[in-house]
């Protein structure tokens, strides 16, 4: 659970002030907002409210779609290794395995992967589909003296209860010349803005269907690229990239919206139609998804 006594911002340390629900907490000098939301992964009566089939045909095609940009900048990012050496890479969070399969594949660095999920669920259906996950939460999954090449948080630093702790850990499992890639909503993405509008005018769904309330594993935190960056300093990484990756296209938008309403067909349908419209600006607005990645400040340059 996300310490629901937390008083401080993890990013800059100034007081966390009431936000938006009697949940809800906000930084009113760098942004960063908090969620004193309880995490029930595993549970059977929380499971119960995902369609899983249903998640998979929202979020699948999106997500790899992301994935191949996250690989292609790794591939980039990361230095010059032997040709007959496969660099090392961990998901943390790996849910159903997309990134882990895709990234054993990729053609421009066939990766060495490993994945991280604390879903039972998630993790079955990965290896029915043919990908082993290790069980458990990062880092205490690893083997103390584990080290890779690239650590990727897929959409999952948000659901993690100490945030800076867990970029610590993956520093200290990096190799030389590592990277720690993130990918995670942006609390100045047009979506969440709209959203908060709308909570203030007392209609809440929207609000707190973004923070995934009532769902197994709830959204924590809500960061944007500048707190989050100085979140990263404080642990020793430095912001070397920083994108945006796309948070809603029309395949799959139905799909989206209502894996976690199973009953509410109607008022699914309401939501669709409105926005259908805002699919096609949202190109043009700030991201709702924002991906940076990090290394070490103590790299030498080139390594």
Request: glycine share 8%; net charge positive; aromatic share 6%.
């Amino acid at each position: 659970m996300n310490d629901p006594t937390q008083t401080r911002c993890p990013c800059c340390n100034a007081a966390l002030t009431p936000g938006l629900a009697d949940w809800h907490r906000r930084c009113r000098i760098c942004g960063y907002e908090s969620a004193a939301l309880q995490p029930v992964i595993n549970d059977a009566a929380a499971q119960a409210r995902i369609d899983e089939t249903a998640r998979a045909q929202a979020l699948r095609g999106l997500r790899e779609a992301n994935f191949r940009r996250l690989l292609g900048w790794i591939a980039q990012d990361l230095p010059p290794c032997a040709p007959d050496v496969r660099p090392r890479l961990l998901d943390v969070g790996a849910g159903q395995g997309w990134f882990v399969r895709l990234a054993r594949q990729w053609p421009q660095m066939r990766f060495d992967v490993a994945g991280i999920e604390p879903d039972a669920a998630a993790r079955a259906i990965a290896q029915e589909n043919g990908t082993t996950l290790r069980a458990g939460f990062f880092p205490a999954a690893l083997v103390p003296q584990e080290r890779f090449d690239a650590i990727v948080f897929n959409d999952s630093l948000e659901h993690l209860s100490a945030p800076g702790a867990m970029l610590g850990a993956a520093r200290a499992h990096l190799l030389p010349g590592g990277l720690v890639v993130v990918t995670l909503p942006n609390a100045r993405g047009a979506l969440y803005r709209v959203a908060c509008a709308l909570r203030r005018m007392g209609l809440r769904g929207p609000f707190e269907r973004l923070w995934q309330v009532g769902l197994p594993s709830p959204h924590l935190h809500y960061f944007d690229p500048d707190n989050l960056a100085r979140l990263a300093a404080a642990q020793g990484l430095d912001v070397i990239r920083r994108q945006r990756l796309d948070s809603l296209r029309y395949r799959g938008l139905y799909a989206r919206i209502a894996y976690a309403r199973p009953g509410k067909t109607a008022s699914s349908v309401l939501i669709w139609l409105a926005l259908l419209p805002l699919a096609a600006m949202l190109r043009a607005l700030p991201g709702d998804i924002m991906a940076l990645a990090l290394r070490a400040v103590d790299t030498p340059p080139g390594s």
